[in-house]
Each structure stands twice: as structure tokens, then as C-alpha cells.
């Protein structure tokens, strides 16, 4: 059984100074995917079993698509029996007037990036916390599924143990945390890099996700971030899911391993689009980055703690 996660856009409300679009490791356009073709969207699904899909961006549910997004996920499920469909938003443009909208839609899981409940440093990091807080409320209100994104950089280590308890208390399904990617050419200007941290920093960092990574049965993936960040250790010996499990549609319709793998293995819009496609693991994982959400639900891990 296969996933895919599918590009809608690149706009987004939000200015996340790590964004692989503000680093310069992907190219911001103002392309979006074509709504109108989702015959051959649900061609494709069916075609590899892929019962499962997660819109991204961007932010697909940017002012500018949000009634579409949310009209296109609705098609979606009623085209494809079980089709499981996620969502990955800043929430920014969730509000009192429009959630019955994705009520209607009956989104399976809303994932919410929020680096921080200290509205400062998440301000400083994206932008827009006061929103985001409201969304995750609102839509934990209406029943919504919530999970949130975080992701860990040197400006909110000191806040991941009070991130990770109000969101729980909130009643959030699953808090992720994940070391900020950055580029080996980006210059890091505003000082984000965890692995420039002092020891002393690195070690209370690393006790603090211990704790809260063990406590959501996630030793395995503790233990990988221990020995990358930690010990500071070369792993060869894992690959991701992407590529295998998972596979990325963009928004032109071309089809990759995962987010930072540039070879197309075909694009779903092309008549002449031979079937099977060629997956296979693609092997970024602790090069390009360290998983885009946990190992229990999106990281294969091979091997188990040395």
C-alpha cells in the first residue's frame, strides 16, 4: 500500500525563516495544482492502491484555494470509496465562519505547524501564533483530528517541554518534533542551526525529547536523533520510507521519491504514462534531512538501536 503526499501549492500566509522556499532549496511559483483533473488524480490513486493522500504546500489552504482545497477534497472522497485524506496548513485561514466547510469536507487528520505556544519566538519563526492557536482550538471543538509540527531550532529549545504539554492539554492527537533542515549553502543568518549549540544546550535539548519521545513510544526515532545531533554519528544504514511507501505528486503532476529528490519518475497528467512506475527507497534520509514526521508513522527505520 502506497501513500502519497500531494503538492497543491507554494503560497503560503506564514514566513518560516527555514522554509525550503525562503532557504533557497526549492523555487517558489505561482503554479497550482490543476483542480479540474482529478479524474486522472484518482486514476493514478487507483492504479497503485493508494488509499491514502496528504495536501501540502504552500499552505493549500492559502486564502487564495481555500474553498477549493477543500471542494476538490470532498470530490476526492466521494470519487474514491476509504480514500483517507490529511491536510497540512498553517490553520491561518480556519476561522468561526468557514470551518463548517471542512466539516463538510470530513478531512481525516489536520496536521498544524507551530513551532512554539510562546507567541515571540513562534512569531519570530512563522508568524501568525494567535491564529493558529485559535484554529487548533476551533477545530478540536468540531471534532477535527489535530496533530501539530514543530519543528526544533536554536531559538526554541527552551520550549519544547511547554510547546509539547499545551498542546496535549489542548487535547492535540500527536505533537511532532523534528530538527530544522537547513542547506549546506544557506548561511543561516538568523543563528537556527541546533547542531552550532553549545554541549551543555545540546544535552538538556536532547533529555527534554527523550522524555517527551519515549512518553509517544518513539524510542526508535529518539535514538537516530541521539546519534546524528548527540554523538554526532554517520548513519548509512537507514532509508526512508519515501519512495517505497510514500511518493510526492507535484504540482505539475510529476511524480518523485520524496520531497528532495529531483529525478521524475513520470507525471500523472501524461497520456503516454507507462504504468508501473519505478519506486524505490530514496536514500536522503540523514543527508537531505532528518524525516518530514516521525519514524512511527512516516520514517522507516532499518535498523534498530546499536
Partial sequence: MLSAFLIINSLCSNHCKYCFYNTGHLKRTSSVFDFSKIKKLITFLKEYGINEICLTGGDCLHKSIFNKTLSFVKKMKSSMKNLK???????????????????????????????????????????NTIKTLKAIKLLIENNVEVRTI???????????????????KMGVKEIIFQ????????????????????RI??????????????????????????????KQETINSINCFMGNKKIVIHQNGNVTRCFHDQNVLGNIFDKNLRLPLKFGFCNNFGKKCVSLFAEKYYCGVRNERN
Fill in 201 to 230: 544546550q545540546i544535552k538538556k535539548l536532547f533529555l527534554c525529547l527523550r522524555n517527551i519521545l519515549l512518553e509517544q513510544n518513539k524510542e526508535r526515532y529518539y535514538y537516530l536523533l541521539e546519534k546524528l545531533y548527540l
Fill in 179 to 198: 530538527p530544522v533542515f537547513l542547506p549546506l549553502t544557506y548561511s543561516d543568518p538568523f543563528n537556527l542551526r541546533i547542531d552550532n549549540l553549545d
Fill in 150 to 168: 514543530s519543528v526544533i531550532t536554536a531559538k526554541n529549545i527552551h520550549e519544547v517541554r511547554r510547546t509539547y504539554d499545551t498542546l496535549k
Fill in 85 to 127: 485524506v490529511n491536510i497540512i496548513s498553517s490553520a491561518v485561514n480556519i476561522n468561526e465562519k468557514n470551518i463548517y466547510r471542512l466539516k463538510e469536507a470530513k478531512v481525516d487528520v489536520f496536521f498544524i505547524s507551530i513551532d512554539s505556544v510562546n507567541v515571540k519566538t513562534n512569531d519570530f519563526l512563522r508568524g
